[in-house]
């Protein structure tokens, strides 16, 4: 795609290092909406204009074929960069839409890992941002006992993420999110910066179940 002047100056700005996230936010806040200039940005194919095409995409025009191009591209980048595009995707639009919300929930199963990494992590979102959680608890127990082994890794850590959420704010499956966590043995021994929580299920819930209570 060829770039408007105003894409070719913004791009220019945002890879010439140095480039802050609260800068990137600020840039966001300013410009709103336009989606247009977000596809631009995104055609690009580079890390931060693709972060602030995030910000100022025009939810309503977000079909599902334009979020499954979105999710193939993520795949061109390391997956620290493409987690924090899909997550950036997700609270920025995603989440701010019923018909997009509707369709985050359809994707459970779907092909692709950045959109089932989605699902996922929408549905520990759905807890941890001290919303009910919506009632679907056991439904998600199952899909996590019976595929959480052998998922690729960055959706393995999200439903890993979600399988905590769910042992922390849903008291009737909190011994069977320990026990899974236990039987699997997922990130057990890592090693955690300071002040961080591990990501092995008996660990994170006993630590976050305490700091609530």
């Given amino acids: 795609m060829a770039l408007t002047a105003r894409a070719e100056k913004l791009v220019a700005e945002l890879t010439g290092g140095n480039l802050k996230m609260g800068d990137l936010k600020k840039r966001g806040a300013e410009i709103k909406r336009d989606h247009g200039l977000a596809m631009e940005l995104w055609s690009t194919g580079k890390y931060h204009p693709r972060l602030l095409a995030t910000l100022i995409f025009d939810k309503k025009l977000l079909t599902e074929e334009v979020i499954d191009g979105l999710a193939a591209d993520?795949?061109?980048?390391d997956a620290a960069e493409r987690c924090q595009l899909a997550?950036?995707?997700l609270a920025n639009q995603l989440m701010k839409d019923k018909k997009l919300v509707?369709?985050?929930e359809s994707w459970q199963r779907n092909p692709s890992p950045i959109l089932r990494r989605l699902f996922w992590y929408h549905?520990?979102?759905?807890r941890w941002m001290g919303q009910e959680p919506p009632g679907n608890g056991a439904?998600?127990?199952e899909a996590?006992?019976?595929g959480l082994a052998d998922e690729e890794s960055e959706v393995q850590w999200t439903m890993n993420?979600?399988?905590?959420?769910?042992?922390i704010h849903e008291k009737k499956f909190r011994s069977r999110c320990v026990k899974l966590g236990e039987a699997l043995g997922l990130y057990k021994g890592e090693r955690v910066s300071k002040g961080c929580t591990p990501s092995y299920l008996p660990e994170f819930i006993r630590i976050e179940?305490?700091?609530r209570e």
């Avoid at 993520?74 to 980048?77: A, Q, R």
């Avoid at 993420?161 to 042992?167: E, L, P, S, V």
């Fill in 161 to 167: 993420f979600c399988a905590g959420q769910i042992g």
């Fill in 139 to 141: 439904e998600l127990m």
């Fill in 74 to 77: 993520m795949l061109g980048h």
């Fill in 102 to 104: 509707a369709l985050l």
């Fill in 87 to 89: 997550d950036w995707l």
């Fill in 144 to 146: 996590l006992e019976r």
């Fill in 209 to 211: 179940v305490a700091k």
């Fill in 123 to 126: 549905q520990a979102r759905l």
